[in-house]
T-cell receptor, first 114, second 114 residues
Framework: AQSVTQLGSHVSVSEGALVLLRCNYSSSVPPYLFWYVQYPNQGLQLLLKYTSAATLVKGINGFEAEFKKSETSFHLTKPSAHMSDAAEYFCAVSERGGYQKVTFGIGTKLQVIP | NAGVMQNPRHLVRRRGQEARLRCSPMKGHSHVYWYRQLPEEGLKFMVYLQKENIIDESGMPKERFSAEFPKEGPSILRIQQVVRGDSAAYFC????????????FGPGTRLTVL
């Protein structure tokens, strides 16, 4: 069975500060990992995904995430927060070998303080 | 290429009525997934369909809920005899293939049961 734990349901950062959103996963087989962003009253938009190529994955809007197998982590980072980054972020995992049943974390709401 | 379309965007029903949610996948996509998002919770997988086939409905409540994806037309998520606990945002996603292919999400239908 697969699962995702997002540490911190709410994170606040100052504009220009580092963004770090934490995600740990559990999977019985090598996983695919995703980060999605959701703006208010909208659907989810894919930020980036890890599918076994480079462990450091670069996504849209300056975000990146690093797959660390030893730590079962896939934390999302951005060097400098922008006001437009305020949204809810979901980490998700999917197991290889079958169809893509994706399990989502509960989400982290990012607040950016001017 | 239009994105995933969902309608209606907002739906209000009284207890005991039926709710019918529609999802038109992106052009060329034959895989559709439905998720439910309850307040302060992440997305929960409900059902995965390919054209005319239900592949995995392990996340669907056993009663009152059904889904279809006919050869022609949109995918339909149907909730019979709605109850207040059905109030949630329902998201549809589509992908071109199964496996690790990226899922593209629609804007969601927000169901309110009075």
């Amino acid at each position: 069975a697969q699962s995702v734990t997002q540490l911190g349901s709410h994170v606040s950062v100052s504009e220009g500060a580092l963004v770090l959103l934490r995600c740990n996963y559990s999977s019985s087989v090598p996983p695919y990992l995703f980060w999605y962003v959701q703006y208010p009253n909208q659907g989810l938009q894919l930020l980036l995904k890890y599918t076994s190529a480079a462990t450091l994955v670069k996504g849209i809007n300056g975000f990146e995430a690093e797959f660390k197998k030893s730590e079962t982590s896939f934390h999302l980072t951005k060097p400098s927060a922008h006001m437009s980054d305020a949204a809810e972020y979901f980490c998700a995992v999917s197991e290889r070998g079958g169809y893509q049943k994706v399990t989502f974390g509960i989400g982290t709401k990012l607040q950016v303080i001017p | 290429n239009a994105g995933v379309m969902q309608n209606p965007r907002h739906l209000v029903r009284r207890r005991g009525q039926e709710a019918r949610l529609r999802c038109s996948p992106m052009k060329g996509h034959s895989h559709v997934y439905w998720y439910r998002q309850l307040p302060e919770e992440g997305l929960k997988f409900m059902v995965y369909l390919q054209k005319e086939n239900i592949i995995d409905e392990s996340g669907m409540p056993k009663e009152r809920f059904s889904a279809e994806f006919p050869k022609e037309g949109p995918s339909i998520l149907r909730i019979q005899q709605v109850v207040r606990g059905d109030s949630a945002a329902y998201f549809c996603a589509s992908s071109e293939r199964g496996g690790p292919d990226t899922q593209y999400f629609g804007p969601g239908t927000r169901l309110t049961v009075l």
